[in-house]
């Protein structure tokens, strides 16, 4: 079992991807998330504790729709 070798030789697991696009994921989810509760984009920002033009820039930038 790979659990049994010594740290050092063991296989390294693979990342599913590049640290900013897991973020991105993340990040894209939490809004769209905090979109849908609340049902409005000010109301989501105050959720997320951001301001509104950064949750419309965000919202831009993952493609997320008003």
């Known amino acids: 079992m ?3 070798l010594p740290i050092n030789i063991q296989p390294k697991p693979e990342l599913a991807g590049s ?3 897991q ?11 905090a979109l849908e509760m ?4 000010r ?13 419309m820039r965000k919202m831009q930038k993952w493609g997320i729709e008003k």
Request: charged residues 25%.
């Open 38 to 41: 609340e049902g409005s984009i």
């Open 2 to 4: 790979p659990c049994n």
């Open 23 to 33: 973020v991105g994921e993340f990040e894209s989810r939490l809004i769209r998330q």
């Open 43 to 55: 109301k989501a920002s105050v959720r997320l504790h951001i301001s509104h033009a950064t949750l």
């Open 19 to 21: 640290l900013e696009s």
